[in-house]
């Protein structure tokens, strides 16, 4: 029986209706998620964790391959629906909640086809922990948003800090006809490597902060883009607008600074302030 059989098989017999605020569109293509397992290298030595579990196909997979998995499920109907599914696996562990507000146990590898409602969040909460390699799925405007060249219209917030975090490298490409319930977008399989950032930050809180706030005015040069930053770390009216004057770079536009670019933006305004 094909994993789109079983999709509809297991939403008839457990009386399920799909809920499309929550993103639940299940990947029922088997061959996308063995690609995606490989692209994760994962071995018997591996403890994965999986977000936004599903109907559990691809935890079944995981579990043949690697030492644990973490499957981490908001839905609790979907819970109810794993807990049965997977009841016989014995190095599953499901977790009930939002993967960003409850205690996750240490994984080194992160496999899942996440709800895409979640995805700027997620990639956030992600990029803030320890892990080997990452592989998922994200919608395709989005994933390209993580790669995007300086200046694009995908470059943006996510660009920079995926970039100062990880390698980031867009695998694969996944239709909207992988997927059941169908969405209403194409997808791609995203692979992240944290490495060592390319650039040297004097303060990582400033840093994040920066490019968060700037970004929301991607299209203003530097120095007006930034005085709301600096008046809120307590520089006040004209001392703001001298100080963005005399800032290094205050005469591009935010879109145009390369990631290294806000990394020298970000400490000069840590030896200054």
Known sequence: ??????????????????????GQNFVVNADLLERMI?????????????VGAGLGFLTQLLSRECKRVIAVEVDPKLIGILREQLHELQNVDLIEGDVLKVSVPPFNKFVSTPPY??????????????????????????????VASVGSKDYGRLTVTTYYRAEAELLDYAPKEMFYPQPDVDSMVVRLRPRESPFQI????????????????RNKKVRNAIIPFLRKRG???????????????????????????FGVLSNEIVRRL
């Open 1 to 22: 029986m094909s994993f789109l059989q079983r999709a509809r098989r297991l939403l008839r017999l457990y009386r399920f209706l799909p809920k499309k605020r929550l």
């Open 38 to 50: 490989s692209y994760a290298s994962v071995t018997d030595d591996d403890v994965v964790l999986e």
């Open 117 to 146: 409602s979640i995805s700027s969040p997620l990639l956030f909460w992600l990029l803030e922990r320890k892990f080997d390699c990452a592989v998922l799925t994200f919608q395709k405007e989005f994933a390209k948003r993580l």
């Open 202 to 217: 004097e303060d990582e809180e400033t840093f994040l902060e920066l490019v968060r706030t700037l970004f929301t005015q």
């Open 235 to 261: 520089i006040k009216g004209g001392n703001a607008v001298e100080l963005a004057d005399s800032l290094v770079f205050h005469a591009k536009r935010v879109r145009e600074l390369a990631p290294e670019d």
